[in-house]
C-alpha cells in the first residue's frame, strides 16, 4: 500500500506543469492566469489540484488567511512561492485604518486608569465596525502550558505592544506570602490557592477583571501566568485562582497584566471583551500600520505530502503557529520568513527528509521550530533539519522551555544557524542520534537560571547525538548554573566534540550520566568550564523510577539498539544512578578554571580526564598539540539564493 501510495504520489509530481497566478488584486472568479489571477491562496490550491499545476506564485503583497489552508497527498510535488525577490505575505490579522481611530471621551473608562495624565492620550476603536468579533480570551502562558494560539495582540508595523500592565518595566516582586499554594510535593492534594501581598498598588486593581499575575513564582527556571481570583481591598492581598506547579515564594518576580488602570505608557493597549473595544496609546514615532493578530490556526497545514515546497514567504501577524507539516516526505520551507507570531513558526511532526532551509525567525511567542520525527523503536532515522537559518527573539510570550529548535525522535539535525537573543535556551533536544553543527549561539538563557543553552536530560536512552563545531559565546544568566552545554539528571551517550565556548557562564553542567564524550573542545573566559556531579546518588536519586520508564520504553534489548548502544543492555545490572565511563580529554582551558574544579569524586573517579590544556591567556592554535579550534567563519548562517536582506 505504501509504495502504490508513492508510485502515485511520484507520477502526479513528475507530471505536474504551469502555473496558478495569485494578486492581491485578483479575482476569486478569475482563470489564475497571469494576465487574470486569482485573490486567495485556498483558492489556488483548488485549481492547482485541478490543473495539477506545477507551481502556486504569489505577486507580491498581503493575503488575509482565516482559517488553515489544508494540503494533503494530493498535493504533492506542488510549489507555492513568492515572485524572486520580491515579498508576498500572508497574515493572519485584521489592519486598523486611521479613520477607525477615535479619542476616547468614555468616563466610565477614563476614571479607570490610574494616570490621570494619560486619560487624554488614550484612543479607541469600536473592533465590531471593523467586522472583528469573538476576541480570543486572554490565554495562559508558561512553563505549565502549552497553548495552540495566543490571544489577540496588537502590533505597530512589526514591533508588537504591550498588553497594559504593572510595573511598565521589568518585575515587582512579591513581598509576602500567606499562601504558597500547592507545590510538586502535595500537587495531588486539595487545591489551596496562592495568597500574596505585592503592596499598596493592588488596592487599585479592585475594580478590575480578568486580571493576570506572570512571573517565576519560585525557581528561575519556570515561568507561568496565573489569573486573579480576587483582591482584598483592605490589604490589597491577591487571591491567584490557581496554584504554580512548584508553589509560590516571596521575592519572586512577577508583573500584572491585562489591566486597563494600567494603560499609562505610549505602546500600550487593552481589549475590552465585553464592548469589544481596544484602547491603546499610540507608541513613539512615526505612525505605523497597526494591525490586530486573530487567525487562531496555522496558516498552512500540510499531511501526508511529498516534494512539497515553500519557497520565499512571509508568516506573519497571527495568533498560532505559522506552518505545520505531518508525516511529509521531503518536503520544505526554503527563503520564508516568519515573523509577529503568537505561536511557533514551523512544526514538523514525522516525515522524512523534510525541514526548514535558509528562513529567517523572529518575533515568535513560543519558540522557533519543532522536530519532532524519526523511529525510536528501529532507530531509523528521520533525516528532518533546521539549517542556515536566523532565529531570534523567540521566546516573546512564553519564556522557558520555547527554545529555538525543539527535537526530539531519531536522526534530526540543526546545522549552520544563527540561534540568539532569548531568555533561554536555545536547542532542547530529546531522542537518538542527532546532529548540531556549525551554529553561532549567543545571548541565549539571558534572563533565566538553571538552564543550558542545549539543553537535555533525565533519560539513559536518548543516546546518540553528536554536538560538534559549533561557537557559544555570551551567554549568562542569572549566574545559577547556565552552562553553554547541559546534560541534565543523568543524561547519557552524547558526543561533544570541537564546540568553542567563550564568555559564557560555565561550559558544560554533566549532571552524572554515563558514556559522555567531551573532546577538542575550547572554553575561554567562562566563569567555570566544567562542573560535573553524582548527582543520582544523592537529591536526584528520586528520580530513579522515572528513569527505569523511560528505557522500558524502548526495546534496548533489541540487536538494534545493542549495536548502536552496547553498555546500555545491561545498565539495570550495574548501578544505574552512578556516573560511569564520561570522558573528558583534550579540551582547551583559557581563563576558564581547571577541568576538575568542580568535579564531585564519585563522576570523577570513573571519568577519563587526560590530555586537556589549562592555560591563563590564549595561546597560538598551533601551540597546543592536537588541538583544532572551530573555524569561526564557519559557523552561523550562510546567505544563500533563497535569501533577501534579513528583515528588509
Not at 498598588?201 to 513564582?217: E, F, M, V
Not at 514615532?285 to 494591525?291: A, E, N
Not at 546534560?487 to 547519557?492: E, N, P, R, S
Not at 559564557?504 to 549532571?511: A, S
Request: charged letters at 20%; a negative charge; glycine letters at 8%.
Amino acid at each position: 500500500m505504501i509504495a502504490l501510495f508513492l508510485g502515485s504520489v511520484l507520477l502526479a509530481s513528475a507530471t505536474r506543469t504551469g502555473t496558478i497566478w495569485v494578486s492581491p488584486t485578483g479575482s476569486d472568479s478569475n482563470p489564475g492566469t497571469q494576465s487574470r489571477p486569482l485573490a486567495s491562496l485556498p483558492s489556488a490550491v483548488t485549481a492547482a489540484r485541478t490543473r495539477n499545476a506545477a507551481e502556486i506564485l504569489l505577486e507580491p503583497g498581503e493575503y488575509r488567511i482565516d482559517a488553515s489552508v489544508k494540503l494533503g497527498p494530493e498535493d504533492s510535488g506542488l510549489t507555492i512561492r513568492a515572485e524572486a525577490g520580491k515579498r508576498a505575505v500572508l497574515v493572519g490579522s485584521v489592519t486598523i485604518p486611521a479613520d477607525a481611530v477615535h479619542p476616547c471621551h468614555d468616563q466610565t473608562v477614563l476614571t479607570r486608569v490610574i494616570d490621570a495624565s494619560a486619560r487624554t492620550k488614550i484612543k479607541v476603536v469600536d473592533l465590531t465596525l471593523l467586522g472583528v468579533t469573538g476576541l480570543a480570551a486572554v490565554q495562559p502562558r508558561g512553563f505549565s502550558f502549552h497553548p495552540d494560539a495566543s490571544t489577540n495582540e496588537l502590533f505597530s508595523g512589526r514591533t508588537p505592544l504591550t498588553l497594559a500592565r504593572w510595573p511598565n518595566q521589568d518585575y515587582a516582586k512579591i513581598t509576602k506570602v500567606i499562601e504558597p499554594g500547592n507545590g510538586e510535593d502535595d500537587a495531588n492534594q486539595p487545591m489551596r490557592k496562592p495568597v500574596i501581598v505585592i503592596g499598596d498598588r493592588a488596592k487599585l486593581w479592585t475594580n478590575a477583571s480578568d486580571i493576570w499575575l506572570y512571573g517565576y513564582w519560585k525557581f528561575d527556571w519556570a515561568d507561568d501566568s496565573i489569573p486573579v481570583d480576587s483582591i482584598d481591598p483592605a490589604t490589597g492581598a491577591i487571591t491567584l485562582a490557581h496554584p504554580h506547579a512548584f508553589g509560590v515564594a516571596k521575592d519572586a518576580p512577577f508583573y500584572a497584566e491585562n489591566l486597563l488602570e494600567e494603560l499609562d505608557v505610549p505602546g500600550e493597549y487593552y481589549l475590552d471583551r465585553k464592548t469589544n473595544r481596544l484602547y491603546f496609546l499610540p507608541p513613539v514615532g512615526d505612525p505605523k500600520v497597526l494591525r490586530l493578530s486573530v487567525t487562531g490556526a496555522p496558516f498552512i497545514d500540510a499531511s501526508k505530502a511529498s516534494n512539497l515546497s515553500i519557497v520565499g514567504v512571509d508568516f506573519a501577524f497571527s495568533r498560532a503557529d505559522g506552518v505545520h507539516f505531518s508525516d511529509c516526505e521531503s518536503s520544505r520551507m526554503a527563503g520564508c520568513r516568519f515573523f509577529d507570531l503568537g505561536g511557533k513558526a514551523v512544526v514538523i511532526n514525522g516525515g522524512h527528509h523534510s525541514g526548514v532551509q535558509s528562513c529567517d525567525i523572529w518575533n515568535t511567542g513560543e519558540g522557533g521550530v519543532v522536530l519532532n520525527a524519526g523511529n525510536r523503536s528501529t532507530l531509523e532515522s528521520a533525516g528532518d533539519y533546521v539549517d542556515n537559518c536566523d532565529i531570534h527573539d523567540y521566546q516573546r510570550r512564553g519564556q522557558t522551555y520555547r527554545p529555538a529548535v525543539s527535537v526530539d525522535g531519531c536522526g534530526n539535525r540543526v546545522t549552520r544557524c544563527s540561534l540568539h537573543d532569548a531568555p533561554h535556551s536555545a536547542i532542547i533536544y530529546q531522542g537518538n542520534n542527532h546532529l548540531f553543527s556549525a551554529n553561532d549561539v549567543y545571548r541565549t538563557i539571558s534572563r533565566t537560571g538553571d538552564g543550558g543553552v542545549f539543553y537535555t536530560g533525565r533519560d539513559w536512552t536518548a543516546r546518540g547525538t553528536i554536538i560538534s563545531n559549533n561557537y557559544f559565546h555570551d551567554n549568562v544568566g542569572q549566574r545559577k548554573w547556565e552552562p553553554a552545554i547541559y546534560l541534565d539528571d543523568q543524561a547519557c551517550g552524547i558526543k561533544i566534540t570541537g564546540n568553542t565556548i567563550e564568555r559564557c557562564h560555565w561550559g558544560f553542567l554533566i549532571g552524572g550520566g554515563r558514556d559522555n564524550v567531551v573532546t577538542d573542545n575550547e572554553i575561554i573566559d567562562c566563569d567555570q568550564a566544567f562542573t560535573c556531579d553524582a548527582r543520582g546518588l544523592g537529591w536526584a536519586a528520586k528520580a530513579k523510577s522515572t528513569l527505569v520508564d523511560r528505557l522500558n520504553a524502548v526495546p534496548y534489548h533489541s540487536a538494534a539498539w545493542k549495536s548502536a548502544y552496547p553498555t546500555l543492555a545491561d545498565i539495570l545490572n550495574e548501578d544505574p544512578m552512578a556516573p560511569a565511563d564520561n570522558v573528558i580529554s583534550h579540551n582547551l582551558l583559557v581563563n576558564s578554571g581547571k577541568v576538575a574544579d568542580s568535579m564531585e569524586a564519585p563522576f570523577k573517579k570513573t571519568c577519563d580526564v587526560t590530555g586537556n590544556v589549562v592555560v591563563t591567556s590564549k595561546p597560538a592554535p598551533r601551540s597546543v598539540p592536537g588541538f583544532t579550534p572551530v573555524d569561526r567563519a564557519s559557523v552561523g548562517v550562510f546567505v544563500d539564493r533563497y535569501r533577501g536582506t534579513l528583515h528588509d
